[in-house]
């Protein structure tokens, strides 16, 4: 079955305290694309990759980083977590980032809390 | 900037149609309109997508407008279980041909019994 698996999918941690979530897809897919959600700002872009080893800022990119050493995963690393990045994340994949017409899916999503 | 402009919400009666208007006056040629639904906090799910035919699947059809400025996604017989937020969206293609993905505030589709 074609999917994208997150994890943790929750996730209550400290100000402060080191934390990857992970993102892990089985379609072969070229692009992948961290977001965040909050309350009335809808869907916005952190980082995304069009391949291995290239990765750029989305719109919300402070506070993140992200690697692609292989294909398959893309893991959101929050190197000093702080409040205001408590939020539900989602992780997003398409067959490639060149062409609009490829079909984009998403994960299920992982609510990170940081107190 | 905002990219699509959609009603913040709308309600249906169940089994009636579902015609959800989007708004997308700067589309280019080469940008595809998206639909995509999300269920409560659930990762949003992807219903169709079109250039600048209309499109049927098995969920939904998606009626583009002949100048592509705006669409409608339309649920022909609606559901308890449709009741979602839906996300119009256009692909577009980044600074360095790279695709970002914009979602905006969606619609909040209320399906009453």
């Known amino acids: 079955e074609a999917q994208v698996t997150q994890n943790p999918r929750y996730l209550i941690t400290v100000t402060g305290k080191k934390l990857t979530v992970t993102c892990s897809q089985n379609m072969n897919h070229e692009y992948m694309s961290w977001y965040r959600q909050d309350p009335g700002l809808g869907l916005r872009q952190i980082y995304y990759s069009m391949n291995v080893e290239v990765t750029d800022k989305g719109d919300v990119p402070e506070g993140y980083k992200v690697s692609r050493k292989e294909k398959r995963n893309f893991p959101l690393i929050l190197e000093s977590p702080s409040p205001n990045q408590t939020s539900l994340y989602f992780c997003a994949s398409s067959l490639s980032g060149r062409s609009t017409g490829n079909t984009i899916y998403f994960g299920e999503g992982s609510w990170l809390t940081v107190v | ?113």
């Not at chain 2, 402009?5 to 998206?34: F, K, W």
């Open chain 2, 1 to 113: 900037d905002a990219k699509t402009t959609q009603p913040p919400s709308m309600d249906c009666a169940e089994g009636r149609a579902a015609n959800l208007p989007c708004n997308h006056s700067t589309i280019s040629g080469n940008e595809y309109v998206y639909w995509y639904r999300q269920i409560h906090s659930q990762g949003p799910q992807y219903i169709i997508h079109g250039l600048k035919n209309n499109e049927t699947n098995e969920m939904a059809s998606l009626i583009i407008t002949e100048d592509r400025k705006s669409s409608t996604l339309i649920l022909p017989h609606a559901t308890l279980r449709d009741t979602a937020v839906y996300y119009c969206i256009v692909r577009v293609v980044g600074g360095h041909n790279f695709n970002k993905f914009y979602f905006g505030s969606g619609t909040k589709l209320n399906v009453k019994p």
